[in-house]
């Protein structure tokens, strides 16, 4: 082969671009038929077509490379570049991690957007001081209980084995008198089928996810609280990236972060039919399990803002001014 300028050209172009290719990890604890999957694969896409292939996101769903309770100290050492997880569940390193479940304090889709935005400030600076960059975050459908059996007063929930998915959740229970083991999705279907667990309180998408009507009779749709599911990336390697890689990645997340929420809020009341569907009895609750309901909410929420001092205060003032 004669050696040209045009090839030595083209193969030290071709060298560059290998050489500035980068694949990131991103483990998820979801499944991944589960919409904050989806979406995000539809974000690595974007992220990989907008770089021109120099940044490729693997997504690893269901909890397969790093379980749910693993991911975001994986992301923080560098094992994973970018993640996904349920930061209300990491409330013991810092109570504003929990800051979209204080009971009924933003119960619809739009309530729980202005909250976030409350929030973003804070938790970005929390999340900056553990190496961590904030990318976007998509709620869940407002969080409902499951029991398997009907609850129609608060004596029925003495006693009974809940799972509860964050320190909040596992609060809830101990107020209501239930006894909480915290477990994570991937591991809901056999603590269920096991009698580990009885109840929980979540969506009406995780119950269609692990088809709890197999194991639980009843749900009463309480719209607590819409938790979020939060994208975040390792401070440095978001640092590395070229600047034109750093606006691919931002702007795709506040595309993904969109997008996610209009997901979320289309399938809602799907997921609470296909509930019905097969056999659960789906309602409010009782007027006095409402009521015990709201008691336990005020006792949370005054704790969480005695925890969380100046920076909770600031998330609240902002989400009321707003
Ligand atoms: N599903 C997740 C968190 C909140 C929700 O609706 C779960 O149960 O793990």
Redesign the pocket.
């Known amino acids: 082969m004669k050696i040209t300028a045009a090839s030595i050209l083209a193969l030290s172009t071709v060298l560059a671009g290998a050489a500035t290719a980068e694949t990131w990890d991103m483990p998820m604890a979801y499944p991944a038929s589960n919409y904050h999957t989806e979406n995000a694969q539809v974000f690595a896409d974007a992220v990989k077509a907008c770089t021109g292939g120099d940044l490729e996101i693997v997504i690893h769903a269901g909890g397969s490379l790093f379980k749910g309770d693993e991911i975001k100290r994986a992301v923080q050492l560098g094992e994973a570049q970018i993640g996904e997880r349920?930061l209300s569940a990491h409330a013991n390193e810092n109570p504003i991690f929990a800051y979209d479940s204080v009971p009924f304090l933003a119960t619809s889709f739009e309530a729980s957007d202005k909250l976030r935005d409350a929030a973003a400030p804070v938790l970005s600076k929390v999340m900056a001081d553990q190496n961590l960059t904030l990318l976007y975050s998509v709620p869940?459908?407002p969080?409902g209980l499951y029991f398997s059996k009907p609850v129609e007063t608060p004596e029925a929930m003495k006693g009974v084995k809940f799972r509860a998915?964050n320190a909040i959740t596992a609060r809830v229970a101990e107020l209501a008198g239930m006894v909480p083991t915290q477990i994570e999705?991937a591991d809901l279907k056999q603590a269920l089928a096991t009698g580990v667990v009885s109840a929980m309180i979540?969506?009406g998408?995780?119950g269609v996810d692990e088809s709890v009507w197999e194991d639980m009779t009843n749900f009463y749709d309480v719209k607590a609280w819409l938790?979020r599911n939060t994208v975040f990336v390792n401070t440095e390697a978001f640092n590395g990236l070229s600047d034109k890689a750093k606006a691919c990645v931002t702007d795709e997340a506040a595309k993904a972060q969109l997008r996610g929420t209009q997901k979320a809020a289309e399938l809602a009341d799907g997921f609470v039919k296909t509930l019905a569907e097969h056999g659960m009895t789906v309602g409010a609750p009782t007027a006095a399990v409402s009521a015990k309901l709201s008691e336990i909410g005020e006792t949370m929420t005054t704790e969480w803002l005695a925890t969380t001092g100046a920076d909770g205060k600031a998330i609240i003032d902002a989400y009321k001014a707003e």
């Open positions: 349920l869940w459908p969080q998915y999705a979540s969506s998408s995780t938790p």
